[in-house]
């Protein structure tokens, strides 16, 4: 079984600095990806950012990174220089590799942490 | 049409009503998912469609719920009796495989949004 915890409900921001959104996962695949999307109140899911576990280096896209810490099992999402349209709800997200046990069919998704970045 | 279309938007019904949701997936995605999203919570796997292999049905809360989809193209989910804590959004997405964890994203419908009063 795979487990997605996102401990933080809410986080403020000011703008322009950078947050940090936690993420842990647990999970018994020896590979798996890991996502982060954001969700904004219109409610459409918008990805962002994608780290495989075998991946030597943090991802990046732009303004987000993940800070991916394997032996912890931590799949933080690094903002930058927040802007105002930064604020929505974003989901840390896992999939497997076992097609046996299904966990390379879906998604499954942590609970969300609602950011709102102030002016 | 460009992305995944969901519709309707938003359903208002009684309980113990029957209503469909449907889903038209990106052309040329294999894969499908419906996923359940209560009010300030994560999303729920309900069942997942993969080309013309049997679905996946672990995540569908009870026999109320049924999806079906034909080959590669829209899919309906069906939730018969419904109940008040059946009010959620519905989400769809596709994906073009789903074989891998290192596959893309899957990509989102705006959901509907189901009210039962």
């Known amino acids: 079984a795979q487990k997605i915890t996102q401990t933080q409900p809410g986080m403020f921001v000011q703008e322009k600095e950078a947050v940090t959104l936690d993420c842990t996962y647990d999970t018994s695949d020896p590979s798996y990806g890991l996502f982060w999307y954001k969700q904004p109140s219109s409610g459409e899911m918008i990805f962002l950012i994608y780290q495989g576990s075998y991946d030597q280096q943090n991802a990046t896209e732009g303004r987000y990174s993940l800070n991916f810490q394997k032996a912890r099992k931590s799949a933080n999402l690094v903002i930058s220089a927040s802007q105002l349209g930064d604020s929505a709800m974003y989901f840390c997200a896992m999939r497997g590799t076992q097609i046996s046990s299904g966990s390379a069919r879906q998604l499954t998704f942590g609970s969300g942490t609602q950011l709102t970045v102030l002016p | 049409g460009a992305g995944v279309s969901q519709s309707p938007s938003n359903k208002v019904t009684e309980k113990g009503k029957d209503v469909e949701l449907r889903c038209d997936p990106i052309?040329?995605?294999?894969?499908l998912y419906w996923y359940r999203q209560r009010l300030g919570q994560g999303l729920e796997f309900l069942i997942y469609f993969q080309g013309n292999s049997a679905p996946d049905k672990s995540g569908l809360p009870s026999d109320r719920f049924s999806a079906e989809r034909t080959g590669e193209s829209v899919s309906t989910l069906t939730i018969q009796r419904t109940q008040q804590e059946d009010s959620a959004v519905y989400l769809c997405a596709s994906s073009p495989t789903t074989l891998a964890a290192n596959t893309g994203e899957l990509f989102f419908g705006e959901g509907s949004r189901l009210t039962v009063l």
């Open positions: 052309s040329g995605h294999t894969a």
